[in-house]
Protein backbone atom coordinates (compact mmCIF):
# COMPACT_ATOMS: atom_id res chain seq x y z
CA UNK A 1 0.00 0.00 0.00
CA UNK A 2 1.33 3.15 -1.11
CA UNK A 3 2.06 6.15 2.10
CA UNK A 4 1.22 9.40 1.87
CA UNK A 5 3.50 12.05 4.72
CA UNK A 6 1.32 14.77 5.97
CA UNK A 7 1.67 17.14 9.24
CA UNK A 8 -0.91 16.87 11.87
CA UNK A 9 -0.30 19.72 14.79
CA UNK A 10 2.87 20.68 14.03
CA UNK A 11 4.76 16.81 13.95
CA UNK A 12 4.94 14.87 10.67
CA UNK A 13 3.48 11.34 9.98
CA UNK A 14 3.67 8.96 6.99
CA UNK A 15 0.69 6.72 7.26
CA UNK A 16 -0.98 4.58 4.48
CA UNK A 17 -2.20 6.55 1.61
CA UNK A 18 -6.13 5.20 2.29
CA UNK A 19 -6.28 6.55 5.77
CA UNK A 20 -8.49 8.84 7.15
CA UNK A 21 -6.97 12.16 9.26
CA UNK A 22 -8.82 10.46 12.37
CA UNK A 23 -6.80 7.13 11.42
CA UNK A 24 -4.08 8.72 11.00
CA UNK A 25 -4.11 11.12 14.61
CA UNK A 26 -4.98 8.15 16.39
CA UNK A 27 -1.63 6.18 14.94
CA UNK A 28 -0.02 9.25 16.43
CA UNK A 29 -2.29 9.34 19.61
CA UNK A 30 -4.14 12.47 18.80
CA UNK A 31 -7.28 12.00 20.50
CA UNK A 32 -10.01 14.09 18.18
CA UNK A 33 -13.53 13.73 19.68
CA UNK A 34 -15.58 11.34 17.30
CA UNK A 35 -19.30 10.53 18.15
CA UNK A 36 -20.61 8.74 15.14
CA UNK A 37 -17.36 6.83 14.27
CA UNK A 38 -16.73 3.51 15.20
CA UNK A 39 -13.53 1.83 13.37
CA UNK A 40 -15.89 -1.46 12.63
CA UNK A 41 -18.82 0.17 11.12
CA UNK A 42 -19.40 1.93 7.88
CA UNK A 43 -17.78 5.72 7.76
CA UNK A 44 -21.01 8.18 7.64
CA UNK A 45 -19.51 11.49 8.84
CA UNK A 46 -22.71 12.85 10.30
CA UNK A 47 -22.08 14.02 13.76
CA UNK A 48 -19.26 16.18 12.59
CA UNK A 49 -17.66 16.57 16.15
CA UNK A 50 -14.37 15.30 14.24
CA UNK A 51 -13.96 18.46 12.49
CA UNK A 52 -10.53 19.74 11.86
CA UNK A 53 -8.93 22.71 10.04
CA UNK A 54 -7.08 21.56 6.56
CA UNK A 55 -4.57 24.39 5.46
CA UNK A 56 -5.95 25.83 2.16
CA UNK A 57 -9.65 24.99 3.05
CA UNK A 58 -12.00 27.33 3.96
CA UNK A 59 -14.28 24.68 5.56
CA UNK A 60 -13.57 22.50 8.16
CA UNK A 61 -13.47 18.86 7.06
CA UNK A 62 -14.73 15.78 9.26
CA UNK A 63 -11.64 14.06 10.02
CA UNK A 64 -13.27 10.54 10.26
CA UNK A 65 -14.79 10.89 6.53
CA UNK A 66 -11.58 12.74 4.64
CA UNK A 67 -8.87 10.72 3.35
CA UNK A 68 -4.93 12.00 4.08
CA UNK A 69 -2.82 13.53 1.25
CA UNK A 70 0.93 14.01 0.28
CA UNK A 71 1.63 17.42 2.43
CA UNK A 72 -1.36 18.18 4.27
CA UNK A 73 -1.52 20.34 6.79
CA UNK A 74 -3.82 19.55 9.69
CA UNK A 75 -4.81 21.47 12.93
CA UNK A 76 -7.08 19.07 15.32
CA UNK A 77 -7.52 21.63 17.74
CA UNK A 78 -7.29 25.32 16.72
CA UNK A 79 -9.67 28.15 17.62
CA UNK A 80 -12.38 27.66 14.34
CA UNK A 81 -12.17 24.06 15.41
CA UNK A 82 -12.63 24.03 18.89
CA UNK A 83 -16.23 26.73 18.79
CA UNK A 84 -17.28 24.11 16.55
CA UNK A 85 -17.20 21.64 18.89
CA UNK A 86 -18.13 23.84 21.03
CA UNK A 87 -21.24 25.04 19.28
CA UNK A 88 -22.44 21.12 18.58
CA UNK A 89 -21.79 20.13 21.90
CA UNK A 90 -23.80 23.07 23.16
CA UNK A 91 -26.80 22.02 20.71
CA UNK A 92 -26.53 18.14 21.59
CA UNK A 93 -27.11 19.10 25.00
CA UNK A 94 -29.93 21.62 24.59
CA UNK A 95 -31.53 18.21 23.42
CA UNK A 96 -30.72 16.06 26.05
CA UNK A 97 -31.85 14.97 29.87
CA UNK A 98 -30.05 16.96 31.96
CA UNK A 99 -29.80 13.82 34.47
CA UNK A 100 -25.92 12.95 34.38
CA UNK A 101 -25.50 12.65 37.61
CA UNK A 102 -28.33 9.73 38.04
CA UNK A 103 -27.62 8.13 34.23
CA UNK A 104 -26.64 4.73 34.13
CA UNK A 105 -23.73 5.56 31.89
CA UNK A 106 -22.49 8.48 33.75
CA UNK A 107 -17.99 7.64 33.50
CA UNK A 108 -18.65 5.81 30.36
CA UNK A 109 -20.56 8.70 28.20
CA UNK A 110 -18.88 10.15 25.19
CA UNK A 111 -20.89 12.82 25.52
CA UNK A 112 -20.20 13.90 28.65
CA UNK A 113 -16.71 13.49 28.69
CA UNK A 114 -16.49 15.82 25.63
CA UNK A 115 -18.84 18.39 27.33
CA UNK A 116 -16.00 18.11 30.07
CA UNK A 117 -13.34 18.22 27.94
CA UNK A 118 -14.42 21.60 25.91
CA UNK A 119 -16.05 22.91 28.94
CA UNK A 120 -20.04 23.10 27.39
CA UNK A 121 -22.58 22.97 30.12
CA UNK A 122 -26.43 22.67 30.08
CA UNK A 123 -28.63 25.57 29.87
CA UNK A 124 -31.98 26.96 30.14
CA UNK A 125 -33.66 27.16 26.60
CA UNK A 126 -37.35 28.05 25.84
CA UNK A 127 -36.67 26.11 22.49
CA UNK A 128 -38.38 22.34 21.80
CA UNK A 129 -36.86 19.42 23.22
CA UNK A 130 -37.15 15.91 21.97
CA UNK A 131 -39.79 14.38 23.92
CA UNK A 132 -39.07 11.61 26.74
CA UNK A 133 -40.05 8.03 25.59
CA UNK A 134 -38.41 5.44 27.45
CA UNK A 135 -38.79 1.84 26.01
CA UNK A 136 -38.89 -0.38 28.83
CA UNK A 137 -40.62 -3.13 27.38
CA UNK A 138 -37.31 -5.44 27.24
CA UNK A 139 -35.49 -7.28 30.33
CA UNK A 140 -31.94 -6.86 28.72
CA UNK A 141 -31.93 -3.39 27.03
CA UNK A 142 -33.46 -0.25 28.13
CA UNK A 143 -34.15 2.33 25.38
CA UNK A 144 -33.97 6.57 25.93
CA UNK A 145 -35.17 8.24 23.36
CA UNK A 146 -34.05 11.42 24.88
CA UNK A 147 -30.66 10.68 25.12
CA UNK A 148 -30.55 9.77 21.61
CA UNK A 149 -27.93 11.62 19.41
CA UNK A 150 -28.88 9.99 16.34
CA UNK A 151 -25.58 9.02 15.64
CA UNK A 152 -26.86 6.27 13.87
CA UNK A 153 -24.00 3.71 15.74
CA UNK A 154 -27.02 1.23 16.90
CA UNK A 155 -28.61 1.11 13.44
CA UNK A 156 -25.22 0.52 11.23
CA UNK A 157 -24.00 -1.98 14.09
CA UNK A 158 -27.63 -3.96 14.00
CA UNK A 159 -27.61 -3.74 10.09
CA UNK A 160 -24.45 -6.03 10.07
CA UNK A 161 -26.38 -9.00 10.92
CA UNK A 162 -28.51 -9.64 8.01
CA UNK A 163 -31.42 -11.20 9.50
CA UNK A 164 -31.42 -8.61 12.50
CA UNK A 165 -31.49 -5.47 10.95
CA UNK A 166 -34.23 -4.52 13.48
CA UNK A 167 -33.35 -0.55 14.15
CA UNK A 168 -33.48 2.06 11.82
CA UNK A 169 -34.11 6.10 11.47
CA UNK A 170 -37.38 6.82 11.54
CA UNK A 171 -39.40 9.61 10.72
CA UNK A 172 -37.96 13.23 9.17
CA UNK A 173 -36.21 16.58 10.89
CA UNK A 174 -36.42 17.69 14.46
CA UNK A 175 -38.96 14.40 14.54
CA UNK A 176 -35.83 12.04 13.72
CA UNK A 177 -35.50 9.20 15.73
CA UNK A 178 -34.38 5.61 15.67
CA UNK A 179 -37.29 3.16 15.89
CA UNK A 180 -37.23 -0.52 15.94
CA UNK A 181 -39.41 -2.20 13.04
CA UNK A 182 -42.30 -0.07 12.03
CA UNK A 183 -42.02 1.78 15.31
CA UNK A 184 -42.26 -0.89 17.83
CA UNK A 185 -41.17 -1.63 21.47
CA UNK A 186 -38.22 -3.59 21.23
CA UNK A 187 -40.65 -6.38 22.81
CA UNK A 188 -43.28 -6.41 19.75
CA UNK A 189 -40.22 -5.86 17.82
CA UNK A 190 -38.14 -8.17 16.20
CA UNK A 191 -35.04 -7.75 18.41
CA UNK A 192 -33.08 -10.80 19.45
CA UNK A 193 -31.14 -8.74 22.67
CA UNK A 194 -27.98 -9.39 21.32
CA UNK A 195 -26.98 -6.32 22.66
CA UNK A 196 -24.74 -5.00 19.54
CA UNK A 197 -26.60 -1.57 20.15
CA UNK A 198 -26.14 -1.43 23.33
CA UNK A 199 -22.60 -2.11 23.20
CA UNK A 200 -21.59 0.72 20.43
CA UNK A 201 -24.22 3.21 21.97
CA UNK A 202 -21.89 6.48 23.20
CA UNK A 203 -24.50 7.82 25.83
CA UNK A 204 -26.84 6.43 27.74
CA UNK A 205 -29.44 6.20 25.00
CA UNK A 206 -29.08 2.26 25.34
CA UNK A 207 -28.39 0.42 28.47
CA UNK A 208 -27.46 -3.11 29.37
CA UNK A 209 -30.28 -3.84 31.70
CA UNK A 210 -29.73 -6.61 33.27
CA UNK A 211 -26.37 -4.70 34.90
CA UNK A 212 -28.56 -1.75 35.95
CA UNK A 213 -28.29 -0.58 39.60
CA UNK A 214 -25.15 -2.34 39.94
CA UNK A 215 -21.89 -0.53 41.13
CA UNK A 216 -21.20 2.51 38.87
CA UNK A 217 -18.80 2.33 35.61
CA UNK A 218 -16.11 3.80 37.89
CA UNK A 219 -16.50 0.66 40.82
CA UNK A 220 -16.21 -1.95 38.01
CA UNK A 221 -13.08 -3.79 36.54
CA UNK A 222 -13.76 -5.60 33.68
CA UNK A 223 -12.21 -8.74 32.39
CA UNK A 224 -12.62 -9.63 28.49
CA UNK A 225 -14.42 -13.23 27.99
CA UNK A 226 -14.63 -15.43 25.23
CA UNK A 227 -17.84 -17.24 24.59
CA UNK A 228 -17.47 -20.94 23.75
CA UNK A 229 -21.06 -21.65 22.44
CA UNK A 230 -20.56 -21.83 19.04
CA UNK A 231 -17.61 -21.29 16.37
CA UNK A 232 -17.91 -17.36 16.47
CA UNK A 233 -16.47 -17.31 19.91
CA UNK A 234 -17.91 -13.66 20.52
CA UNK A 235 -16.46 -11.28 23.52
CA UNK A 236 -17.95 -10.22 26.33
CA UNK A 237 -17.06 -8.39 29.68
CA UNK A 238 -17.03 -9.66 32.71
CA UNK A 239 -18.08 -6.98 35.27
CA UNK A 240 -16.11 -7.45 38.69
CA UNK A 241 -16.68 -5.66 41.65
CA UNK A 242 -14.35 -6.34 44.98
CA UNK A 243 -13.34 -9.85 43.27
CA UNK A 244 -17.28 -10.88 42.61
CA UNK A 245 -18.28 -11.16 39.13
CA UNK A 246 -21.56 -9.35 39.27
CA UNK A 247 -22.71 -9.07 35.81
CA UNK A 248 -21.88 -9.47 31.93
CA UNK A 249 -21.77 -7.40 28.91
CA UNK A 250 -21.40 -7.54 25.50
CA UNK A 251 -18.30 -5.88 24.02
CA UNK A 252 -18.52 -3.90 20.65
CA UNK A 253 -18.84 -6.85 18.46
CA UNK A 254 -16.98 -5.61 15.11
CA UNK A 255 -17.37 -7.39 12.03
CA UNK A 256 -18.48 -10.97 11.90
CA UNK A 257 -19.55 -11.32 15.43
CA UNK A 258 -22.87 -11.68 15.67
CA UNK A 259 -22.91 -11.56 19.79
CA UNK A 260 -26.74 -13.46 20.40
CA UNK A 261 -28.92 -13.95 23.93
CA UNK A 262 -27.94 -17.27 24.23
CA UNK A 263 -24.11 -16.99 24.23
CA UNK A 264 -24.72 -14.19 26.84
CA UNK A 265 -27.01 -16.08 28.92
CA UNK A 266 -24.67 -19.11 29.00
CA UNK A 267 -21.29 -16.18 30.01
CA UNK A 268 -23.64 -15.16 32.48
CA UNK A 269 -24.37 -18.55 33.60
CA UNK A 270 -20.98 -20.11 33.72
CA UNK A 271 -19.76 -16.85 35.18
CA UNK A 272 -22.13 -14.38 37.52
CA UNK A 273 -22.50 -15.55 41.04
CA UNK A 274 -25.72 -14.38 41.89
CA UNK A 275 -27.27 -14.78 37.98
CA UNK A 276 -30.60 -12.94 37.87
CA UNK A 277 -33.50 -15.45 36.05
CA UNK A 278 -33.29 -15.35 32.17
CA UNK A 279 -36.24 -14.50 29.76
CA UNK A 280 -37.26 -15.18 26.70
CA UNK A 281 -39.44 -14.28 23.75
CA UNK A 282 -42.64 -16.36 23.39
CA UNK A 283 -45.44 -14.96 21.46
CA UNK A 284 -44.12 -11.73 21.27
CA UNK A 285 -43.69 -11.33 25.00
CA UNK A 286 -40.74 -11.49 27.32
CA UNK A 287 -41.17 -14.58 29.95
CA UNK A 288 -39.03 -15.71 32.97
CA UNK A 289 -38.09 -19.31 31.84
CA UNK A 290 -35.72 -22.07 34.00
CA UNK A 291 -32.37 -22.05 32.97
CA UNK A 292 -32.58 -25.44 31.27
CA UNK A 293 -35.05 -23.52 28.57
CA UNK A 294 -32.66 -20.60 27.89
CA UNK A 295 -29.44 -22.50 27.43
CA UNK A 296 -31.36 -25.13 25.33
CA UNK A 297 -30.46 -27.97 27.81
CA UNK A 298 -34.11 -29.00 28.31
CA UNK A 299 -33.71 -32.20 26.06
CA UNK A 300 -30.38 -33.36 28.06
CA UNK A 301 -31.61 -32.29 31.34
CA UNK A 302 -34.93 -34.97 30.92
CA UNK A 303 -32.61 -37.55 29.49
CA UNK A 304 -30.56 -37.18 32.68
CA UNK A 305 -33.48 -37.35 34.75
CA UNK A 306 -35.08 -40.31 33.05
CA UNK A 307 -31.79 -41.97 33.27
CA UNK A 308 -31.54 -41.60 36.83
CA UNK A 309 -35.09 -43.45 38.32
FE1 LIG B 1 -16.64 12.15 12.25
FE2 LIG B 1 -18.98 11.95 13.56
S1 LIG B 1 -17.08 11.19 14.12
S2 LIG B 1 -18.51 13.07 11.74
Known amino acids: MESVTLTINEQQV?????????????????????LCYDSSLEVVGSC???????????????????TVAE?????????????????????LLDNHVNDCLVCEQAGECLLQDYAYRYDVKFREHDGETRER??????PYILRDEAKCILCGKCVRVCEQVSERQVLTFADRGFETK???????????????????????CPTGALIDKRNMEKPRSWEVEKEAITCNVCEHGCEF???????????????????GRPLCLKGRLWTEFENVEEVEEPYLKK???????????????EEVMDKLENSAN
Do not use: H
Not at 71 to 84: A, L, N
Open 14 to 34: TVPADYSILEAAESMDIDIPA
Open 48 to 66: RLCVVEIEGSDDLKASCAT
Open 71 to 91: GMVVQTESEKVVSTRKEILQL
Open 133 to 138: IVDTSS
Open 178 to 200: IAADADMTLEESGCVSCNRCVSV
Open 237 to 255: NLLKKDGKNIGVEAKAPGE
Open 283 to 297: DGKFVAVEWKEALEL
